[in-house]
Structure formats: C-alpha cells, structure tokens
C-alpha cells in the first residue's frame, strides 16, 4: 500500500476516471508516438505532450470530457493542468496501463 492509497487519493482518482468512462471520454496519451506504437490504450489518441498547447482547439471540438495518460503519470499531470486552464473537464488518468486496465 502506497501513500496515495494511504490517503485515499488513488481511490478518488479511480472513481473520476470510472465516471469520465461512463461520461464517453476521449483518453488523449501524451507519450511520443513511438512509446504510443509500443502500445497504448485501444481508441486513444496520441497527442505529444509539447504538442498539446496546439492542439486545444481540436480536443475542445471532440466536446467530452479528457482522461490523459502517459508512462508514469507525470507528462500526463501536465497535458491535464494545461486542458483544465483552457476550461477542458479533464482528469490525469496517470501511466496508459492504469488507464487500460479500467477501460
């Protein structure tokens, strides 16, 4: 058991990504595309972290809400700090096999 279990925060985090699920959310991997080639969460999309800034106009368009995911948890941390400063509902679903196990 972790700190972030500890302190409940792994459950909370689960319980926003289970209902950005249920909500039709778009999962954006922020992971080079060759980390994305090496494998990835099914109907992602691959959107570079450095691109991100970009690319608001377009994840705005796909209108639900976001879970980001990279390889630890950290570049995804980020991507879902920038999209909730544009007003994007997004959640940091942490590394892309967290996320896909609950996919």
Known sequence: MGLLDIL????????????????????????????YQSGHVKGSKNIPLGDIPNAI???????????????????SGSAASVLSKHDIEVVNGGSWTSVNAMV
């Open 57 to 75: 106009a377009k994840i705005k368009t796909f209108n639900k809400p976001v879970i980001t995911c990279c390889a630890s948890g950290m570049r």
């Open 8 to 35: 409940g925060l792994n459950k909370k985090k689960n319980m926003m990504i289970e209902e950005f699920v249920k909500k039709g959310a778009v999962i954006i991997d922020v992971r080079s595309p060759g980390e």
